[in-house]
Structure formats: C-alpha cells, structure tokens
C-alpha cells in the first residue's frame, strides 16, 4: 500500500475559505488536465456525497467511485473509494489555522492496486500522478500565483508554499510512501 501527503500553507486564505474551495470537487476538471471528469451526487439528509471520478493515467484513465463526508465543522472531508480501478483509496483533506490564522490543507491518501506482481512498477507511477494532481489543484484552486515546491530550496517564495507534510517548516518537497 502506498502514500501521498501534502501540506499547503496561503496566507491571503482563512481555514474557511481554503474549504469551501476545496470541497468544490465538481471544478477540479476546469482546474487540472488530468482530471477528466468528477460528477458529484447530492447527499440525501444524514448521508453521504457520493462523486465519480475519470484522471488521466498513463495511457489509459483510472475512474472510480467515492464517498465523500464534509465535516463543515472541523473543515475536513474524509473519502473512500466505494468501486473503481483500486483495490482500495482512501483519504482525508483537512484545512486548519496555520500562522497568524492563515489557511493550512493537508491532504492525505493511501492507495492499493491489489496487484502485488505489478506493485513495483505501477504503485509508483500512481504515486507520482497522485501527488502532481493534487499539488496541482492546490496550487490552482486556492492561490492566484500558485505556491512554490519546496524541493532544493532554502527558503520558501511565493504566495504560498507546498511541502511535505510532517516535517515542519524545514522540510522539502513532497512525501510519498510505501506503507
């Protein structure tokens, strides 16, 4: 099973705002290329989102099915595949003050193929195309100049800034892990 962790961090965000742009998965296609289409499902009262999605994946298109809980409180959205082309993906976007109140999001997800002879080479490709998504949307969705990857770099520029997450405010690029 693999890994994906992000944090972002904008200062011109609250937590709230970060969220409500989040949560709009119906724009993601409008944002990213490789996201081809997300049909969101209205939740009947006490239940919840459903959403289908179609991403891009080297010369084919991964497509599942997911459910979505929006916790409006806590501004966080838990997710897990239902059907698809996983054999298991779940995860969770949450957004909460960082400094000085600001927007922190910090997405997280874990994925599994189910095909143990393939592992090798295709959990990392997917990794790789996961985490580009996402750090995509992140930085087309919540900032008008998109944050900067911290990968090599000594100091962070830019609106807002991309990192791994756990790390604390010395660590570089982006996590991905065999879990």
Do not use: C, K
């Not at 800034?161 to 790390?167: E, Q, T």
């Amino acid at each position: 099973m693999r890994s994906v962790e992000l944090l972002y961090g904008d200062p011109r965000l609250s937590p709230h705002e970060a969220y409500e742009r989040v949560r709009d998965f119906a724009r993601y296609p409008d944002l990213v290329d490789t996201v081809r289409s997300v049909t969101v499902h209205p939740a009947t009262s006490g239940s919840p989102v459903l959403s289908d999605w179609e991403v891009d994946f080297r010369n084919g298109v991964l497509a599942w099915s997911e459910e979505d809980v929006f916790d409006d409180r806590d501004l966080s959205i838990a997710f897990r595949q239902t059907e698809g082309d996983f054999e298991s993906f779940d995860g969770r976007w949450d957004i909460a003050a960082g400094p000085h109140g600001t927007a922190q999001v910090r997405f997280t997800a874990t994925f599994d193929f189910g095909l143990p002879s393939l592992a090798g080479i295709v959990d990392p490709v997917a990794e790789r195309v996961l985490r580009e998504t996402i750090e995509h949307i992140l930085r087309t969705l919540l900032a008008e100049q998109g944050p900067q990857d911290t990968a090599g770099a000594e100091e962070l520029r830019g609106a807002g800034d991309l990192r791994a997450a756990g790390g604390g405010p010395s660590a570089e690029g982006v996590s991905g892990r065999a879990a």
